[in-house]
């Protein structure tokens, strides 16, 4: 299995439309990016730590690619958009790819460049190797699947 990190607003959403994606084998929300060791969701709230809410993916590259996965967090908000998504502000819900190794690096760069391409407003998105990640609570994990609530700015089911 392999691992993947992406921010792109409230991560409840994030969550349930990864785990709806074949290939996926896991999801975890959680917080990186930021200084604090250990945040809790009010840290990261009070915009104290730097930390974003992400999904970090386990996936099975036999079944999908990296790249899909790009395509798919490309789709799943609007990566123009800065320091917020939908109805959720700061930038904890900052747009946001954290690499893991050299080719995901080239990927994910080249992910975006596609998607800037396509559009004539500045892609936002934020590529940075992934560094310490932060389980967020157990009242975070799989919220939408549990409660069929916290899509906000997330389609209901990914695009083929």
Same mark, same amino acid.
């Given at each position: ?61 036999? @079944? ?6 790009? @395509?798919? /967090? ?58 310490? /990640? ?27």
């Amino acid at each position: 299995m392999e691992q993947a990190c992406f921010a792109a607003g409230c991560f409840w959403g994030v969550q349930f439309y990864f785990d709806q994606i074949p290939g996926v084998t896991g999801t975890t929300a959680g917080y990186t990016g930021g200084t604090l060791e250990n945040p809790t969701y009010d840290d990261v709230c009070y915009h104290n730590t730097g930390h974003a809410e992400a999904v970090l993916i386990e996936f099975d590259a036999s @079944k999908i690619s990296y790249e899909t996965l790009c @395509k798919h /967090f490309f789709r799943l908000h609007d990566p123009t958009q800065l320091n917020r998504q939908g109805p959720d502000v700061g930038d904890q819900y900052r747009s946001a790819i954290f690499y893991v190794g050299e080719k995901q690096h080239a990927a994910a760069t080249q992910a975006m460049e596609a998607v800037q391409a396509e559009t004539s407003q500045p892609v936002v998105t934020v590529i940075e190797q992934l560094g310490p /990640f932060y389980q967020a609570e157990d009242y975070h994990q799989k919220y939408t699947e549990r409660t069929g609530r916290g899509m906000c700015h997330v389609p209901y089911e990914p695009l083929d």
